[in-house]
Nanobody, 126 residues
Framework: QVQLVESGGGSVQAGGSLKLSCTAS????????MAWFRQAPGKEREGVAT???????TYADSVKGRFTIPRDNAENTLYLQMNSLKPEDTAMYYC????????????????????WGQGTQVTVSS
């Protein structure tokens, strides 16, 4: 069983940057889809970004041009680089994996993502 552990959350002022990390245990990290989701209080969990095994990425419209989702297969680590942060980016951020797919399914299909981290809080103040 692969375990996912996020880190790097915190508080930042609007316009600032944060870099989240997600470290995966297990030896097959490089062979499956990875993604970031977020959930704000009172709202549904939403997809932020995905990255396929071959490096193909997708981004939610709300973060395009501000966030990137690099992965380091040698270090078994997924990142979320967040720039130009806005108060509406405030949420709990979760790392997720679809262990069966090399190409990520749409993030609207939450049930397709079988692996989840415990979450890391990001708070952006105005």
């Amino acid at each position: 069983q692969v375990q996912l552990v996020e880190s790097g959350g915190g508080s930042v002022q609007a316009g600032g940057s944060l870099k989240l990390s997600c470290t995966a245990s297990g030896s097959t990290y490089s062979s499956f889809c990875m993604a970031w989701f977020r959930q704000a209080p009172g709202k549904e969990r939403e997809g932020v970004a995905t990255i396929d095994v071959d490096g193909g990425t997708t981004y939610a419209d709300s973060v395009k041009g501000r966030f990137t989702i690099p992965r380091d297969n040698a270090e078994n680590t997924l990142y979320l680089q967040m720039n130009s942060l806005k108060p509406e980016d405030t949420a709990m951020y979760y790392c997720a994996a679809d262990y069966w797919e090399r190409v990520c399914p749409p993030t609207s299909l939450l049930d397709e993502y079988s692996g989840w981290g415990q979450g890391t809080q990001v708070t952006v103040s105005s």
